[in-house]
């Protein structure tokens, strides 16, 4: 059952962005874990600006294509700790990008990728 529509997706991406960004600050991550989710967290907000859905700015990737990219960013959630080799170095980061991990697989397999996304009709803008 597909109960996240496109708009409740977006909101999801947006509190998404602010997760990341702020996730240095909540569980102290310094060097590169910070760096990773403040990149995170820029490449999430742009990616979302940039979907062709109620809640994206210029709409130009397509709704399923955001889909496909949240798809392959949670299974490289769950393998990073291990590929990367902080599994054992720090057990925050590591359940942190594992929970991730989970939500992002969670909320693709809950989300409406065919539903009414698009915001562009016949070429004309419809309304928010």
Same mark, same amino acid.
């Given at each position: +059952?597909? @109960? *996240?529509?496109?708009? !409740? /997706? $977006?909101? #999801?991406?947006?509190?998404?962005v602010?997760?990341?960004?702020? %996730? =240095? ?26 979907t ?5 700015? +210029?709409? @130009? *990737?397509?709704?399923? !294509? /955001? $889909?496909? #990219? ?7 959630f769950?393998? %990073? =700790? ?7 170095l ?21 989300t409406?990728?065919r ?14």
């Amino acid at each position: +059952m597909k @109960v *996240i529509s496109p708009r !409740v /997706h $977006g909101m #999801l991406d947006y509190g998404t962005v602010a997760l990341f960004a702020l %996730a =240095p600050t909540l569980f102290n991550f310094e060097g590169p874990y910070a760096t990773v989710c403040y990149l995170l967290a820029a490449g999430y907000l742009l990616i979302t600006l940039l979907t062709d859905f109620p809640m994206g700015a +210029m709409r @130009v *990737i397509p709704f399923p !294509v /955001h $889909g496909g #990219l949240e798809l392959v960013s949670g299974l490289a959630f769950l393998a %990073a =700790p291990f590929v990367f080799g902080f599994n054992d170095l720090n057990e925050t980061a590591r359940n942190f990008f594992m929970i991730m991990g989970v939500v992002f697989l969670g909320t693709w397999m809950l989300t409406d990728w065919r539903g009414v996304a698009h915001a562009r009709t016949e070429g004309t803008m419809m309304p928010h």
